[in-house]
């Protein structure tokens, strides 16, 4: 048991969370714009979690939710808890609906994509393919109702070390109190700046 002047610090240094289907799993994957702090968040915290004790937690506010995960580690000097606030997406709510219980942790390079290094059906932002947008200089988008004005795209790339994730709760605000990694986040993070 870790007492309260050891809790690991609190880091939100990624970018957000994409939520995927890999290997017939839901995949949570931290996302970083640059592949080395991946890598190194991997080696120096993730990679000391014992797999059964990580903990994945979600409180809602709005349209906004709080992101939250921490394990104890075999090298606590190292250890540090996750968190993000987050909008809500389709893909959260996919997760939400169909974890079952358990999900792989990987971590993720997130990559911009512009027209050039895109396919025909590679998907812009505003959700139409590229051979929906103009060619040449322009690159608007022509379905009639869509204001996009130029092409981009994005595509993650996965690090192919993973965990697994056996205990994920979704709790409201009024329950942090009960679940101590919960609790420590809200008031590192929120509470103690209100007063
Ligand atoms: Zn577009
Ligand atoms: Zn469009």
Request: aromatic share 12%; hydrophobic share 30%; charged share 30%.
């Amino acid at each position: 048991m870790q007492n309260k002047s050891s809790l690991p610090p609190w880091f939100d240094g990624f970018l957000g969370v994409a939520y995927r289907y890999y290997d017939l799993r839901m995949n949570v994957v931290p996302l970083f714009s640059e592949r080395k702090h991946a890598t190194n968040l991997w080696n120096e915290t993730i990679h000391w979690w014992n797999d059964h004790t990580i903990k994945l937690r979600f409180v809602e506010t709005g349209e906004k939710y709080w992101f939250i995960m921490g394990s104890d580690s075999k090298k606590p000097e190292n250890n540090k808890s996750l968190f993000k606030i987050l909008s809500k997406s389709e893909h959260y709510e996919r997760f939400k609906a169909g974890h079952g219980g358990e999900a792989y942790l990987t971590l993720g390079v997130y990559a911009i994509v512009h027209k050039k290094g895109a396919k025909d059906d590679t998907v812009c932002n505003c959700k139409h393919r590229l051979d929906d947008h103009e060619e040449g200089d322009s690159d608007a988008c022509l379905i009639e109702e869509c204001s996009c004005r130029k092409f981009e795209s994005f595509q993650v790339n996965i690090l192919k070390r993973k965990k697994t994730i056996t205990d994920i709760k979704f709790l409201q605000e009024e329950q942090v109190k009960e679940d101590p990694l919960t609790w420590n986040c809200l008031y590192a993070n929120k509470y103690k700046e209100m007063n």
